[in-house]
């Protein structure tokens, strides 16, 4: 059962890899770094800002299967969260997801109180990294890690969330040098 429902997200993941310049997707060997930290991590509570049609999702998923974690996931726009939650149900990952429709500085300045996570992808509006990350910070667990991707493509936009990042002595972070840049970010 395991190995039929690999072969279908293997081959959903090869399908959106043909659209993924359309759907702003994260690009492979992100999603697969993403899939190994969470697991690294034993993580429990993902959030990622940005699910576009599902991609890095779908590699978040496939990782929180493993640990037995949850993924929430925000997206603006209405047609491609349909899209994401199509794939999703595609590869049996909809059980552990959570999709979120509006505007993502809404839904974090209205998250639960004691709405925890120890995982963040962040990947949607370039310009609001540094609000999503101080919107976030209350919502981390002690332990925790934030990555962020096109911290290399779109450097001047994120500079802010970088520069918060660096400034903050209970981060140590790191810049990996995929694609887009991914930001790495642990606390503890
Ligand atoms: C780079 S794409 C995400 C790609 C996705 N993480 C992947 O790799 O498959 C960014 C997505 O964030 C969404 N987005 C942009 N600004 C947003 C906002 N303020 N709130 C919620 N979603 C937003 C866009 O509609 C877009 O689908």
Redesign the pocket.
């Known amino acids: 059962m395991d190995i039929i429902l690999d072969k279908t997200t293997e081959n959903v993941m090869a399908e959106?890899e043909k659209t993924q310049k359309e759907?702003?997707?994260?690009a492979r060997e992100?999603?697969v770094m993403l899939n190994m930290f969470i697991k690294m991590m034993n993580a429990q509570n993902v959030l990622?800002?940005?699910?576009?049609?599902?991609?890095?999702?779908l590699w978040l998923s496939k990782a929180l299967k493993k640990t037995g974690g949850h993924l929430t996931t925000?997206?603006?726009?209405e047609k491609?969260q349909s899209i994401a939650i199509e794939n999703f149900k595609t590869c049996g990952f909809d059980d552990i997801i959570t999709p979120l429709q509006?505007?993502?500085?809404m839904?974090l300045e209205n998250l639960p109180e004691d709405k925890k996570f120890d995982f963040v992808?962040i990947?949607?509006?370039k310009q609001?990294y540094i609000k999503y990350f101080n919107l976030i910070k209350p919502h981390l667990t002690s332990k925790c890690m934030i990555t962020a991707?096109?911290i290399l493509s779109h450097a001047q936009k994120v500079q802010p969330f970088v520069d918060a990042i660096s400034e903050d002595d209970e981060f140590q972070y790191e810049i990996l040098n995929l694609p887009a840049g991914l930001l790495v970010a642990y606390r503890g």
Not at 102 to 105: D, E, K, P, Q, V
């Open positions: 959106l759907f702003w997707n994260i992100t999603g990622e800002i940005g699910t576009s049609n599902g991609y890095s999702g925000i997206e603006f726009y491609r509006g505007s993502a500085i839904i992808f990947d949607a509006n609001e991707d096109n």
